[in-house]
């Protein structure tokens, strides 16, 4: 058994030349993109997801999305569109599997084309929200898409639909979606009122 004497280090004898251990070499390559000091640190995870916006107004609607596309924690695209035109003036916001919500969006344009051809003027909103989410809700077991449909037409003016996972079709003044939505839904309860104006939203 070993005792401990005043002005002993508490080590064990072996480990006195050892007293500091030498902190890791670092070598940074020229031209790499990290700083030197947080080389040897962690790599941040993405901190929210996805987040998709549309309010009406009086008037009109206003669309808005991040441009973050990620797999996991990785970026895979830092500039990506998830506002898509749907037509003329009807837009679709995207959330969820990219290619899931590329794909629909490109089924809802062309049907939406016909139709249009065939009546001989624009569609409306309504049709377009309802081209989604019956698209969205036959397939809801093989895809992951969250959408939001908006735009602006003669019958009702500006209309945000709402259609998260599985194909549910909700008309909402304002909504919000995808991973992130977490984040600014509070921020939409605290400074949303029916009837701003376009400068207000």
Do not use: W
């Amino acid at each position: 058994m070993m005792g401990f004497a005043p002005g002993m280090t508490g080590r064990a004898p072996f480990l006195d030349g050892y007293a500091e251990a030498a902190a890791p070499a670092k070598y940074v390559e020229p031209g790499c993109p990290y700083r030197e000091d947080d080389i040897m640190a962690p790599e941040q995870a993405v901190s929210t997801g996805t987040t998709i916006l549309a309010v009406e107004f009086d008037g009109g609607v206003i669309l808005g999305a991040d441009s973050r596309t990620s797999t996991g924690s990785y970026v895979a695209n830092r500039a990506s569109r998830k506002v898509s035109k749907v037509h003329d003036r009807i837009f679709v916001c995207r959330s969820g599997s990219a290619a899931d919500t590329q794909a629909l969006t490109g089924f809802v344009v062309n049907y939406l084309g016909q139709h249009s051809v065939e009546l001989g003027k624009l569609p409306t909103v309504n049709t377009a929200a309802n081209l989604f989410k019956m698209m969205a809700y036959n397939n809801k077991d093989h895809l992951m898409a969250g959408l939001i449909v908006a735009g602006f037409d003669e019958k009702k003016g500006g209309q945000v639909y709402q259609i998260p996972l599985g194909g549910t079709l909700l008309r909402t003044p304002v909504a919000c979606g995808g991973s992130g939505s977490a984040y600014i839904s509070g921020l939409i309860d605290d400074k949303y009122r029916p009837g701003m104006s376009k400068a207000e939203c």
